[in-house]
């Protein structure tokens, strides 16, 4: 009886067997394949949709003039070919595939091994708490691996766009003549496209040009980093509900036998959405952290700090200045989610052994 009792592991045992194998999982070639479906995600999903996440860009950071700005989904993206063509279109998504292959690397590879370690514990499906914290951890690794990129990105993405300055009060004592509010936007805008088409010089916009730019101009390395914490506590919720969301609804929306890739989008579609439309307030904050330091810019933001910031917009702006850029953003998802869960279910299926 005794030999029985003493044959039988402990619920220790068990758990640091578990973790052993998780440990040893950890370097299986599984872990490379995801890196390579997620990588490959990310760079289709971006490029089809480069012209809107441009257009999304520049609605965030323009200021908020009666002339000159970019309204409107057709008639920017037909303003944007008219003036750059193409490479309009295109322009910053160079930097964008190159940050978003290894963002979507490590975002997809960390939920997947948080999935399993959870599992390992003893979880055989998890909750929608623990997908919501697997998802953040995910969303936090990937974004702190990448960031200056990111930055870099925004940074290419409106150096050429004839974005008005914001607009500046004149003190009081000043000797120049008052003018009317129009022609006061007007001369804006035409300094601003001026001060960009002149001060955006050709090695500035590359991806080496302009980290060097913003490294000399903004106070070396940290300049790169400028409005991470804000991302990074926007992509957490929003990776988090992301995840939950696709898989919640993928339990509904998928049942046995009707598991179909055309069904996988559609709760792709919805559940980034979701959590986009949820979180999208962090993502504006984002870009006008990202923006206010850039020397020469034109766009004349200078925030003390992510609060500041929020205050400003909001008593400028109103609630609805933290949700500029939004319809744009929400044209790109479908195409966007549907792209990356389709390319990766395919080039995860090529590589991962069923």
Request: aromatic share 8%; with cysteine.
């Amino acid at each position: 009886m005794a030999s029985t009792q003493s044959s039988q592991p402990s619920p220790i045992s068990k758990v640091m067997a578990a973790v052993n194998g998780q440990k040893q999982s950890f370097l299986m070639p599984d872990i490379a394949s995801y890196f390579i479906a997620g990588g490959a995600a990310g760079a289709a999903s971006r490029t089809v949709v480069s012209p809107l996440e441009r257009l999304k860009i520049i609605q965030q950071v323009q200021p908020r003039t009666a002339n000159g700005q970019y309204k409107g989904v057709w008639r920017s993206l037909v303003r944007m070919w008219q003036e750059e063509g193409f490479r309009g279109f295109m322009r910053g998504n160079g930097i964008n595939c190159l940050r978003i292959v290894p963002y979507s690397a490590v975002q997809f590879t960390t939920y997947e091994q948080m999935k399993k370690w959870f599992t390992a514990y003893g979880t055989k499906e998890l909750d929608t708490p623990k997908r919501l914290a697997s998802g953040a951890l995910a969303g936090i690794t990937s974004v702190c691996a990448t960031y200056p990129l990111d930055l870099v990105r925004s940074r290419l993405s409106i150096a050429t766009a004839s974005i008005p300055m914001q607009a500046q009060e004149v003190p009081p004592t000043s000797s120049v003549m008052p003018i009317s509010g129009k022609q006061a936007l007007s001369s804006a805008y035409h300094t601003s496209s001026t001060l960009n088409q002149t001060l955006s010089k050709r090695a500035d916009l590359t991806v080496v040009g302009m980290t060097l730019k913003v490294m000399r101009e903004e106070g070396g390395v940290p300049g790169l980093y400028r409005g991470l914490v804000t991302t990074a506590v926007g992509v957490a919720p929003y990776v988090g509900i992301n995840f939950a969301a696709y898989e919640a609804l993928r339990g509904v929306v998928t049942p046995p036998g009707k598991n179909s890739i055309v069904r996988k989008l559609a709760c792709g579609a919805l559940a980034g959405s979701i959590s986009q439309t949820l979180t999208y307030p962090f993502d504006v904050l984002r870009r006008k952290m990202q923006v206010t330091g850039m020397a020469h810019g034109g766009l004349g933001y200078h925030y003390n700090g992510a609060f500041d910031a929020l205050s400003s917009i909001v008593r400028t702006e109103g609630l609805r200045g933290l949700y500029r850029g939004l319809w744009p953003n929400l044209l790109k998802v479908a195409p966007s989610i549907a792209t990356s869960f389709f390319t990766y279910e395919m080039v995860k299926e090529m590589l991962v052994p069923p």
